[in-house]
């Protein structure tokens, strides 16, 4: 693996804000380059550098609160690129990028692809420099290519595991959708969110990935979270506590409608939603989570229902005589708060 962390405007950022103390955090997949950028950091401007070290899955996961309590007065969120650069009081994302091509696993990919003229083309953080080259060898072999186009908070043809709302709106356009990268995760949410036959192509394994199958089996999960929640009498609404995830309107609004619907709701607030922090709560007997919608999609070792904002909608639907709906093929499955708070 050949990831950079973009140095130089680490460095650039270091001394134009001369801090005394930075906190940094990062995804796992990161943790031992940003590791080596502390170092770095220490060795060039004695300046000392805490990793915050509780879990780090998105751009949601920024720790600008955190920078206080740790008398640090500068915070660097690794590895999320996004349109946005600088978020609360004194954190900077800072761009990861690899370098490995796509060229080998395209050739795999090519006849799998024949079938489709129009193929959007999408991807997360770290592979979208190798967009404009896969774009180009597709075009060359005859396919006409769409990226969707960046907006407040994601770049050109990015995508995060909860916000498709760069490549959501081609989905009339296209006939297929080719995601460049190593990860099922993000595939996956596209294939849902879309509704396409979407393709993931990993340049590590070279392998190339038909995400239909597993997007149909995610699918028939929600739906079946959503109509055991159904006969619940009493729910819990959890509110995230990550920076980027707090959604206590939505919590209000859901809470509301429980309510008016006959329901008797207990509001928590959870920084991680996990089955052990669910356990005590043994009155409860459906959950609904605010925070990072794929603990829904993709959790699948609760012990009761757990449902995300979209399956919250289409229970709410249910329990007014509405139909559910498409409800996962939305551009976003949560509204993140992180573009939100930029300086
Ligand atoms: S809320 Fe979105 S950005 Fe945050 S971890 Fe979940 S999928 Fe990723």
Redesign the pocket.
Known sequence: MTIRIDEARVFEIVEAKRPSRIVVNAPGGLLRQTKDLMDVIKERYGVTCILAGDSC?????TVDDEAPKLQADLALHIG?NATVKEVGDCTYLIDAVDDITFDEVLDLALPGLAPYRRIGLATFSQHLEQLGVVRRRLESEGFEVLIGRKNNLMLEGQI????FSTSQPLQEEVDAFVFLGESE?HAV?LALATDKPTFMLDPYMNTVTDMRQAAEERKRRAILAVYSALDAKVFGVIT?L?E??KMLGRSKWITKRLEMNGRRVVQLALRDVTPERLAPHREIEAFIQT?????SIDGFSFDRPVLSIPQADALVALMEGRGMGEFLQRPK??E?T?GLTSR
């Open positions: 899955y998105g751009i949601c996961d999320h995060f595991g909860c916000d995760f949410g995230g990550k980027g995830q925070a990072c919608p794929r603990i499955w949560i993140l992180v």
